[in-house]
Structures are given as C-alpha cells and as structure tokens.
C-alpha cells in the first residue's frame, strides 16, 4: 500500500457521460497530481495542485477539470466521455512541490467508455 | 517539445544477468530525476533518484547514472530476477513547469528463467 489512495478501481461508463474519480494523497502530503495512461502510452500529465491551488496544467481536455479540497483529497471530472478517454487514470502525490521528492503514485483508477 | 525519450521499447534479459535501461531528456535545466517501475495492473512504484549535480548514484541492485554532457540517463539492475520483470519510466522534473514530472515512454524488461 503506497499511502495514495484512488477509487474506484474500475469504472464502466458509456459515451456523453460525466464521472468523478477520487484521491486521497498519501499523509502529509500537501500536493497532488492526476496522470493519464492510455494503452502502450506513458504517463501524461494532466494537472497538479498544491494546497488547494492549481499549480501546473499539462495536456488536459477542456471536458476535464479538477480540485483539491480542504483535507487535500482531490477529484478529477471528466464530462462528455468519448471512446478515447479510456485509459488508466493516476494520482500522485508528494510533500511539496519545486523539491527534490520523488512521487507517490495510487494503483490507478481504470476507466472503460463504451 | 518537452520530452523524456527511452532509447529501446523492450528488453530481453536472461535471469541473473545485469540490465541496462536507458533514457535520454531534452531539457539540460533539468535537475531531478527518477527511474519508476510499474508492474501489471499498478501503479508506478519509485526505484531510485538523481539530482543534477551527481553522476552515479547506488541503491539495493539498482545504480543510476546521469551523463549531463549527453543529457543520457541510465538504470542498471544487477543480477536480475523474475520479479524484476515490468515497465520501467524514466521521468525528469523540471522547477520552471511548477515542478512536474514529464515521464517518458516506458521500457519493457522480460527476465527470461
């Protein structure tokens, strides 16, 4: 067990539709950065925050957005689902940003749109 | 564009053999960088780091080296085991782009028995 926890682990959901994935980062870390992983594709970065602020932004759809609340979880929505939006869905977090930590990463969230 | 590029796509190697995984990134103001292992059905689990102003850096079975002259990293896995068999990332961090890390494309390692 990492310490970044992600659900659900598996979601199955049909085109035009909207879902919320969830992270709780690992204790004490104070940022949290959602990744993408298509099949036979590396990580893509999505978008970081820092203590409840948007810190970087990478190739995110406009469909998608994301927040981190006050206890540091974090929510990634993704809307208007297309075929291409499955893939498996990463948190990470870390203690700080513009540190030398590496990341923890959750086991992923696994989206299906069919 | 940004970029961390792996040199080979997969890599065969016999049991107790030594691996080497290689990586090459563009940005020579990097100045961190991580090699993550990512099993089936995982997450990317953290092996080793380097910062920028070291060459080599030792762990458990696992060395990295960091050429900055070449901006040429590398992961070398003595004696490699079955259970070393997975994806492996090489991923660098970049302060001015709010300290994310750009990963590249992953190297395959399959440990033959």
């Known amino acids: 067990d990492s310490g970044v926890t992600q659900t659900p682990k598996h979601l199955i959901t049909a085109t035009g539709q909207r879902v919320t994935l969830r992270c709780s980062p690992r204790?004490?870390?104070?940022?949290v950065y959602w990744y993408q992983q298509s099949l036979d594709q590396g990580l893509q970065f999505l978008i970081q925050?820092?203590?409840?602020?948007?810190?970087a932004k990478g190739n995110i759809l406009e469909r998608f957005s994301a927040q981190q609340f006050p206890d540091l979880h974090s929510e990634l929505n993704l809307s208007s689902l297309e075929l291409g939006d499955s893939a498996l869905y990463f948190c990470?977090?870390?203690?700080?940003?513009?540190?030398?930590?590496?990341?923890?990463f959750g086991s992923g969230t696994r989206l299906t749109v069919v | 564009g940004e970029s961390v590029g792996l040199h080979l796509p997969t890599l065969s190697v016999q049991e107790g053999d030594n691996s080497i995984i290689n990586c090459a990134y563009s940005?020579?103001?990097?100045?961190?960088f991580i090699w993550y292992k990512q099993e089936s059905g995982k997450g990317p689990q953290f092996i080793i780091d380097i910062r920028s102003n070291m060459d080599k850096r030792q762990g458990q079975r696992v060395t990295v080296l960091l050429n900055k002259t070449v901006k040429h990293l590398s992961l070398q896995i003595a004696a490699t085991q079955p259970g070393d068999s997975a994806v492996y990332f090489c991923?660098?961090?970049?302060?001015?782009?709010?300290?994310?890390?750009?990963f590249g494309q992953g190297t395959e390692l399959s440990v033959k028995p």
């Open positions: 990470a977090s870390s203690p700080r940003d513009n540190a030398f930590y590496g990341y923890t």
């Open positions: 204790s004490g870390d104070l940022s």
């Open positions: 940005n020579s103001a990097s100045d961190y």
């Open positions: 925050y820092y203590n409840g602020e948007e810190r």
């Open positions: 991923a660098e961090k970049r302060y001015n782009q709010g300290g994310k890390l750009i």
